[in-house]
C-alpha cells in the first residue's frame, strides 16, 4: 500500500521539483556591476566587457551602439561571472562605444567606452586636392586636404601632425598642419608665375604621392596689334595679316594657347567684318582679304570680356584708275577689259564686274561676271532684251564708268 | 449559290486566323522591343529622378555653418542634408532587413565595409534591430574648396531603436551620441566616408518666451490664471462627419455652429485632424488655411478649442515616427500663438490600438510625440484623448491634463473621474460622453430621444455637482458616418449617426436642454 502510494506521488514530486527547479534557475532579476575598470581601448586590440553578479545563474544581453552599427551580444554566466566579448569587426574601429545590458527586456546598466585609433600600426594617407588649376596671383588658392588614417581606417585623433609641402621652380614648402575633425588642411596660393606645382603631404613617415596643380595664366591685358601686307592695293586677292603683340596677364605670363582674338574690322562704310584668331605663344595672328576698291579698314583686337587693343587704320588704294569696254555683235555683247593692274599686268582672275542695265534711267537688271584673264564678258540675248535702246553702267574695283545709250534693233 | 458554304467558312476562318497571327507577332515584337529599351533611358544615368516620397524626415537643424573654408551654399546643403538622412535612413533600413540595399549608394567603398561586417554578423545571430533618429543638430566644421568635402558634427542624435532577437522583442533603448561624419561628393552622391560616434554634448536650454492663455495649476486647468472648467462638445459640421475639412468645408456653417454652441453656454470645441488628409509629412495648405479659419472664428466667438491630431493614424511603426513628427511639427508651431487653442489632443483613443500595434510601440510613440509637440509649442497644453479611465494613467506625467472618453454606466462617472484625479494629480477632463438616441431594431429599441435627454440631464447634474470639465459627443446627428469609424453593418452605424443633440434637420432634440450646466 506504501508503495503504492510511493509511485504515485513519486512522480507529482518530481514534477513540482522540477517546476521549483526552472523556476530557480529562470532568469531571477540580478545586479550586475561592471568589472572591467579599462575604458579606453585601443583599436585592433581584443576588447571584453566583464560584469559581475551576485547571482550564479542570472543572464543577461549586451546591446552595443557603435560608429558603424548596433549589435546584440551574449554571455553565459560564469560563477557570477559575465563575460561579453566584443566581436572583432567593432574592435577595430574607433570612437565611443555604448553599452546596454539588458537582463528581462529592461536596461540595467549602461555606461561607454572609447576605442582610440591604433598608432603603432602604419599610417595611411587620403588627400584630397582642389581645385585641380588655378590662376596666377595672390589671391587664388588650391585647398590640400590630408586625412591620416590608421592601418584601420580610423581617423587619427585631433592635433596628428600632418606635413603639407608644395614646391614651384625652385621653391620648396613645408607647412607643419594639425589636424582637427579628421583633417589637416592648407590653402596652398597661387603665383605670379604660370607653370606646375607638386604638391604632396606626409604624417608619420608615411608619404602621399605626388599632386600637381597648374597654375594658368591669368586673364591677358590689354595689348597692341599690327598689320602687314603684300601691297597697299584693293586688289580683292591678296591677304592682310593682322598681327596681336604679345599678350601677357598682369604679372607678365603670356597668356594660355587658344585665347581666341576677335578683330573686328569697320569699313568706311561702317560696315562690320569679323576675323578671329586663337594665340599661340601669346601672338594671335588673323588675315583678311584685301577689298576690291579703294577703302580704309579701321580695326580693333578683342579677347571678349577680358582684354582689347589699340585700334588701326589701313588704307587700301584702288588698283585702276580706269578700264576699256566694248560693244560688239550690235551692241549685244559687252568686253570689259582687259583690267590692268598697278604693274600693267593682268588683274588676278575673279574680279568682280558688275553690270547695271538701264531703260530710260530705270534700272532693270544687274549682272554680275567675274574676270578671266582680264576680261568680263556680258550678253544680252535679244529675246530677253525687247527694249529700242539701253544705257549701261559698268564698275569693278571701285570704279564706276557709264555708257552712252545704246541703240538696238528690234525684230 | 449559298453564301454560307464550307468553302466561304474556311476562308473567313484563314483570314480571322492570320490577321489574329498578325497582331500577335506585332504585339509580341513591340514587347521585345519594349524589353529591349528598358534601362536605355539616358535621363537615369545622371540619376536626375527624385524621389517621390518622403521616406525619413527626422528634424534636422543646422546649428553652424560658418567654417573656414569654403562657404556653403543652400542648394548643396540641401542635398548634403538630403544624403546624409539618406545614410541614416539606408543603415536603419539594413540593421532592420539585415540586406545592404542602398548602402553603396551612401557610404564610400571603404566606409560600407564596415557596415557589411555588422550585417553580416548580426544575420548570423538573428540579431534584427529597428531604428530612428529623432534629431539632427549639424555643425559645420568644413567645406572644401572645391565643394566635394564636408565635415560635420551631428550633435547629439537622439537614436530610438528596439532590439530584436530570433524576431522576438528584446527590448527598446534609446541612446543620445554625438557622430563627428565626413562626407565626399562622389559621382552626385554625398557619400559618407568617416563616421565617429562620441559623447552627446549638453542640451542647450531653450529659451523661448513662453506665453500661455491656459494654464495648469494642481488638479485645475486655468485660463489666464482664473480657473476654467471646460464645458465643451465635440463637433463636426452636420454634413461632414469625420471630414471637418473635407470639400463642404463652410465658413458660415461653422460660424452659425459656433453661434450654437456659445448659445447654449458652452465654452469649448473638440476638433480632429486626420493624419492623412492633412497631407502626412507634407502638409497641405489648403487644410492648414481652413484650420486657421476654424480656430479664428472660435477666438472670435470666444470659445477655446481642444484640437485633437492624428485621427484614422494607426501604424506607430519606427518607419514612420519622423514623418508624423514633422507633420505635428508643422501644425503645432503654425498655430503656437493662436489663443483659441486650449491644447492639442495627441491622439484619439490611441489605446484601442494596444492589442494590434504593441502598447510598447503606441506608448514610446505618444511618448516622443508629446516631446515633439512641447518643443514646438510651449504655449498649448497637451492631453490625450483615452478611450475609459484604466489607461488614462498611461504617460500621465507627460501630459498637462488627463482625458478620457466615459461611455459606461453613469452610476460609476464619480467613481472613476475622482480615482483619475487621486492617483495622477493632474485636471481631469471627461472628454467624451453621450448616449445614442437611436431605437430601433438593431438594439431592440433601447434609447429613444427622452432616454438620451434624461441621460444628459443626469450627467449634467453630476458635472456641476463636481465641477467636472466635460465635453459631449456630440451637436448633431450625422447622416452619413463613415464606414472607418464604427463600421460599416446598420447596427453599427446606425447607432452611431444618433449621438447628437441637434438632429440631421437642425431641430433639437429635448436633450439639447441638457448640453450644459
Known sequence: MMKKVLYSALPFCCFFLFVFAVAKTNNADATFRLQTTQNSFTAGTPIALTFATASKTATAHLFVIHSYGKTLLTSQNINGQLVFHIPAIYCIKTGDFSWFLIQNNKTVVSGTFVTTPNNTTPTLLENYLGPPSLLTGTEHFTMMVAIPTDSYDNPKDNNTAVYIKDQFLENITTTEKKTDFFIAWKNIYSRTKSGKMLVSTECNNTASKEFETDIQPSPGKNFTINYSRNHKYADGNQITLLETSIIRDSYGNIVGDGTMVTFQVVTTNDILLKTYAATINGIAIAQILHPDHNETFTVKGYVTGIAESNSIKIDYLALIKTFNYEFTEGNRKITVGPVRSFMNQIVPDGIKVELKIYHKNNLIESKIVETAKGIANFYLLAPFYKEKEYQFEISTLGITQKTAIKKYETN | ?517
Open chain 2, 1 to 517: 449559290m449559298r453564301l454560307i458554304n464550307n468553302r466561304n467558312i474556311y476562308r473567313a476562318a484563314l483570314i480571322l486566323s492570320f490577321l489574329v497571327i498578325c497582331m500577335f507577332t506585332l504585339l509580341g515584337l513591340a514587347k521585345i522591343m519594349d524589353y529591349l529599351n528598358t534601362g536605355a533611358d539616358r535621363s537615369t544615368m545622371l540619376h536626375l529622378e527624385t524621389e517621390s516620397e518622403d521616406v525619413y524626415l527626422p528634424k534636422v537643424n543646422w546649428t553652424n555653418l560658418a567654417n573656414p573654408a569654403r562657404d556653403m551654399e543652400k542648394n548643396t546643403l540641401g542635398k548634403l542634408q538630403r544624403d546624409y538622412l539618406f545614410s541614416w535612413y539606408v543603415k536603419n533600413t539594413a540593421l532592420k532587413t539585415n540586406n545592404s540595399e542602398g548602402i553603396d549608394d551612401y557610404y564610400t567603398a571603404n566606409t560600407r565595409l564596415n557596415l557589411y561586417r555588422t550585417i553580416k554578423y548580426n544575420k548570423e545571430h538573428q540579431i534584427t534591430i529597428e531604428n530612428t533618429t529623432i534629431k539632427h543638430f549639424p555643425d559645420l566644421q568644413f567645406y572644401s574648396e572645391d565643394g566635394q568635402l564636408v565635415v560635420f558634427t551631428d550633435k547629439n542624435v537622439i537614436e530610438y531603436q528596439k532590439i530584436y532577437q530570433n524576431k522576438q522583442l528584446l527590448t527598446t533603448v534609446q541612446d543620445t551620441a554625438t557622430y563627428k561624419v565626413m562626407m565626399l561628393l562622389e559621382d552626385g552622391f554625398w557619400r559618407v566616408r568617416h563616421v565617429l560616434k562620441m559623447k552627446a554634448e549638453p542640451f542647450t536650454k531653450d529659451t523661448t518666451a513662453v506665453h500661455p492663455v491656459f494654464t495648469v495649476k494642481n488638479e485645475h486647468i486655468l485660463k489666464n490664471n482664473s480657473p476654467y472648467t471646460i464645458k465643451g462638445i465635440n463637433y463636426y459640421p452636420k454634413n461632414s462627419a469625420w471630414d471637418t475639412f473635407g470639400e463642404l468645408f463652410n465658413k458660415d456653417t461653422i460660424a452659425a455652429d459656433f453661434d450654437i454652441i456659445k448659445k447654449a453656454n458652452l465654452n469649448t470645441v473638440r476638433l480632429f485632424i486626420q493624419y492623412g488628409d492633412f497631407g502626412k509629412a507634407m502638409i497641405v495648405p489648403e487644410k492648414m488655411a481652413k484650420l486657421k479659419t476654424i480656430l479664428d472664428l472660435a477666438e472670435a466667438k470666444n470659445l477655446a478649442v481642444i484640437v485633437t491630431l492624428f485621427d484614422f493614424y494607426s501604424d506607430y511603426t519606427l518607419d514612420s515616427w519622423t514623418l508624423t513628427h514633422r507633420h505635428a511639427e508643422q501644425i503645432v508651431s503654425t498655430f503656437k500663438d493662436h489663443k483659441a487653442i486650449l491644447a492639442w489632443d495627441l491622439k484619439n483613443e490611441p489605446n484601442l490600438d494596444f492589442e494590434n500595434r504593441d502598447k510598447g510601440n503606441v506608448l514610446s510613440w505618444l511618448d516622443h510625440m508629446a516631446t515633439v509637440i512641447k518643443e514646438n509649442d510651449p504655449n498649448h497644453l497637451i492631453t490625450i484623448g483615452w478611450s475609459n479611465s484604466v489607461e488614462a494613467t498611461n504617460l500621465a506625467d507627460k501630459v498637462d491634463f488627463i482625458s478620457y472618453h466615459f461611455y459606461n454606466d453613469m452610476k460609476h462617472l464619480e467613481y472613476e473621474t475622482n480615482l483619475l484625479v487621486k492617483t495622477t494629480k493632474k485636471p481631469v477632463v471627461i472628454e467624451e460622453f453621450g448616449v445614442p438616441s437611436y431605437g430601433g431594431i438593431w438594439n431592440f429599441w433601447e434609447s429613444s430621444i427622452e432616454k438620451q435627454a434624461a441621460y444628459h440631464q443626469k450627467m449634467q447634474a453630476y458635472f456641476k455637482k463636481n465641477n467636472y470639465s466635460f465635453m459631449s459627443w456630440t451637436l448633431y446627428d450625422f447622416p452619413h458616418v463613415p464606414d472607418q469609424v464604427a463600421g460599416r453593418w446598420p447596427w453599427q452605424k446606425n447607432r452611431q449617426k444618433k449621438f447628437g443633440f441637434i438632429d440631421d434637420k437642425g431641430i433639437n432634440k429635448p436633450a439639447f436642454k441638457y448640453i450644459s450646466n
